[in-house]
């Protein structure tokens, strides 16, 4: 399964035309590829340019990787014309895409060993990254027929690092296919200020006819019904036909405006900009009784005259929130979410998730307490039923024995270890081995494990970049996973289960391969459910 980015790439097409049309054609292939939230904060973040420090940054590395090159390879580069950087003993310039092949063959066999190439995290990486494979960084201008034609070949590569970095070329253009120059690469937003009086008028209500306590009270309606269709509110500058009841529940009819309204933001910046003019027709619209009550238990947590954005839970201060910090947050949102989404939870259930409100010390970490759910740790062993433990100490008065350095042998679960690890991983896998190593030693302690796999159910996955594509990794975990816990929860061994894991790391480190493959579970598992093997667990 190839990523969205790659999938975008591959499927955009801009021929000559104007910049207006291939905007909208570039959006259309992404809002195809992406659900509704995604292609709304993408939208937002083109519409803020918030993208142009990158595409300005791939720019300049564009320069930068020409400065570095010999001066025989730098001539080969041509302005407005994609290029390859293939890296062996000294870097090649392919600019003809049939070439690619001899130039990758010519610098497997110049070296002995592939020539390490610095990459960043922001590079659009195609595929897994393998450290004996060359390295080649492609320079080319997304949706072109000429980045087409390279890409079509080193998309079909095997043992090849393939590496995208936007180029355009700046004279023609800056970056548009057919050349609208433009003066300026890194652009911002602006804000344009309408100045209007919006100055209130003093109206004497001397002659206003008094009207009841009851009427001049204030209180949350009962019984009112929610308010229509929202109308345009005709423009009525006379006062004095308001009541005092009328004037302070108009904060309350306006609200009731605002939230009815199929466009609430557009309805709040109606009324905003001449609001003392719908006074006296805003005061005939119906209150929501649900509304009000909703404002007056806020009231006992927002102080008066204080304004507060919430996010899913999230609380943003509006006097420092500005439109790229509020992008970055949506981000984040909706990464959330996606993940929340990617493991199985219903949609309600994410979002509930998603509105837990953060710790104040730590933002970016929440916690949950697990311990009493079984499907959410896998524990290994149980010290006070296992038979294993029965020459334990019973007595838990026993803890007061000396025991040198060494934990209590006592078959009570004082000490337990839960640890979260990725089962597709050289470290998780290293964690794995050593606690089935302490289960064989029998140390007093109790294991619990998490399995905190990368991808999705589907097997599908995203490399160190953020670029989603073809790899074994993301689908070896969810495999591991899969068996894991078909050994603990179908079973019931999570014994069996931790010592599948160990071999797992026994077969992946006899092979000296870079990843985990899917031949190392399956030798594991036939390890784990046949002992005519030989292996004890």
């Not at 595929?127 to 494979?133: F, K, Y």
């Not at 709040?268 to 001449?274: D, I, N, Q, T, V």
Request: hydrophobic share 45%; with cysteine; aromatic share 10%.
């Amino acid at each position: 399964m190839v990523g969205k980015f790659w999938q975008w790439a591959s499927t955009l097409r801009l021929e000559e035309g104007a910049a207006a049309q291939q905007f909208e054609r570039l959006t259309e292939t992404a809002a195809g590829l992406l659900d509704e939230p995604a292609a709304a904060v993408l939208a937002l973040s083109l519409a803020s340019r918030s993208y142009s420090p990158t595409v300005e940054m791939f720019r300049q590395l564009e320069r930068s990787e020409k400065a570095q090159l010999p001066a025989e390879q730098a001539t080969k580069v041509m302005p407005g014309r994609p290029f390859a950087v293939v890296q062996g003993a000294q870097p090649v310039v392919v600019v003809d895409e049939t070439q690619l092949a001899e130039a990758i063959a010519q610098a497997k066999s110049s070296v002995p060993a592939p020539v390490v190439v610095p990459l960043f995290e922001f590079d659009h990486r195609y595929g897994p990254n393998c450290d004996t494979c060359v390295t080649v960084v492609l320079y080319a201008h997304l949706g072109t027929t000429a980045f087409h034609r390279f890409h079509d070949v080193l998309s079909r590569m095997n043992g090849v690092n393939y590496v995208l970095r936007h180029s355009f070329d700046a004279e023609s253009g800056n970056g548009v296919v057919g050349g609208l120059p433009t003066p300026m690469f890194l652009s911002g937003y602006g804000v344009e200020f309408a100045l209007k009086s919006v100055e209130y008028k003093a109206i004497d209500d001397a002659a206003t006819p008094k009207t009841t306590e009851a009427e001049e009270e204030v209180s949350v309606p009962t019984g009112v019904e929610d308010a229509p269709t929202v109308q345009p509110l005709d423009e009525n500058d006379r006062f004095d036909e308001m009541t005092k009841t009328e004037i302070a529940a108009l904060g309350h009819a306006a609200m009731t405006y605002v939230a009815s309204s199929p466009d609430p933001l557009a309805a709040l910046r109606y009324l905003s900009g001449g609001f003392p003019s719908f006074a006296v027709s805003l005061s005939k619209f119906r209150r929501n009784s649900t509304l009000v009550k909703q404002l007056f238990a806020n009231q006992k947590f927002i102080a008066p005259e204080a304004n507060t954005l919430l996010l899913n839970g999230r609380t943003l201060d509006p006097a420092e929130v500005d439109l790229f910090t509020l992008e970055d947050v949506l981000k984040e949102e909706l990464l959330r979410l996606q993940q929340l989404r990617g493991i199985g939870l219903p949609l309600p259930v994410a979002l509930h998730l998603l509105e837990e409100p953060l710790p104040p010390d730590q933002t970016h970490t929440l916690r949950f307490d697990l311990r009493s759910s079984s499907d959410a740790i896998t524990y290994a062993n149980n010290l006070e039923t296992d038979m294993m433990y029965n020459r334990f100490y019973r007595s838990v008065n026993d803890i007061m024995r000396p025991t040198f350095g060494q934990f209590p042998y006592i078959a009570k679960n004082f000490f337990t270890t839960v640890v979260a690890l990725n089962p597709s991983s050289s470290e998780g896998l290293d964690v794995a081995r050593t606690l089935h190593f302490f289960l064989n030693q029998m140390v007093p302690m109790r294991v619990g494990i998490i399995l905190a796999t990368t991808g999705n159910r589907n097997g599908g996955g995203c490399t160190a970049g953020g670029d989603c594509a073809v790899s074994a990794s993301p689908s070896v975990g969810v495999a591991v996973a899969r068996v894991f816990h078909l050994f603990a929860r179908t079973h019931g061994n999570g014994r069996l289960a931790l010592f599948f894991l160990s071999q797992v790391a026994e077969f992946f480190e006899e092979s000296h391969q870079g990843d985990v493959t899917l031949a190392h579970v399956e030798q594991a598992f036939l390890c784990a459910i046949f002992p005519v093997f030989g292996l004890q667990f």
